[in-house]
């Protein structure tokens, strides 16, 4: 094809009877607006969905420090988030294309160009940051405490979640109410919101001077934490 032809089809390929100059600008608007679409979502801010309460088929959730509202089964927010289906401890989102699982009383965030984990803690009336996590794939109501060596379990729950923590070395701890009898284990893997650990070391305390599971530093260690007020931003690093 020569010069001439070659130009004659570029021109004549959805562009009309526009000039030349015309198509051209008009393809690269066009071409514009396609890359901005992709751009657009990779630069889509993080949300965070925090559920305050649940009843039936419906959540009380806070998203992105908004006020609360109340979404039902199937509906999604003027923020785009879609309530997918709520169970007695939590709900699960639609957030951003992905499915996501919050429990009470903690935030989730979501980010679609960072792949840190990251999860939301809010206090208590009490001030004390309380959140329902996993260990070993099984849900348990955690007390944050950044003052704990490791993650420390009474024994009634340890037996719960099926830990047989007589094998564990065994020693003692001590705590505000005197030296208790302890053992210590590893947990295959310990969860909160995003968060995901492996191989956690954890003391199992058989005495009732440990009445709440606590998420100590074993777990924490890892993570970048960040307290505002009645908020508590984990992240984490590595």
Not at 11 to 31: D, E, S, Y
Not at 46 to 59: E, H, I, Q, R, S
Not at 198 to 222: H, I, R, T
């Amino acid at each position: 094809m020569s010069p001439r032809r070659q130009r004659t089809a570029i021109h004549g390929t959805g562009a009309g009877t526009l000039p030349m100059p015309a198509a051209v600008a008009a393809w690269r608007h066009r071409i514009g607006w396609l890359i901005l679409g992709v751009l657009l979502p990779a630069f889509a801010g993080a949300t965070d969905v925090t559920v305050a309460g649940l009843f039936g088929n419906k959540a009380v959730v806070q998203i992105d420090g908004g006020s609360p509202q109340t979404l039902a089964v199937g509906q999604r927010s003027a923020e785009g988030v879609l309530l997918v289906s709520v169970d007695g401890d939590g709900a699960t989102f639609d957030i951003q294309g992905k499915r996501v699982a919050v429990g009470m009383g903690v935030g989730r965030m979501s980010t679609a160009n960072s792949p840190a984990a990251a999860a939301v803690v809010y206090a208590n009336p009490h001030g004390q940051f309380i959140t329902d996590g996993l260990i070993n794939g099984v849900t348990v109501r955690f007390l944050v405490d950044t003052g704990a060596t490791s993650v420390a379990l009474p024994a009634a729950e340890a037996r719960r979640l099926g830990l047989d923590y007589l094998k564990g070395r065994k020693g003692s701890v001590r705590t505000a109410n005197g030296d208790a009898p302890a053992y210590q284990i590893k947990l295959d893997t310990v969860r909160l919101g995003s968060i995901t650990v492996y191989g956690v070391d954890a003391v199992v305390m058989d005495s009732e001077k440990l009445s709440q599971p606590l998420l100590g530093m074993s777990f924490l260690n890892s993570l970048d934490i960040r307290r505002e007020g009645q908020i508590m931003t984990l992240t984490k690093r590595y």
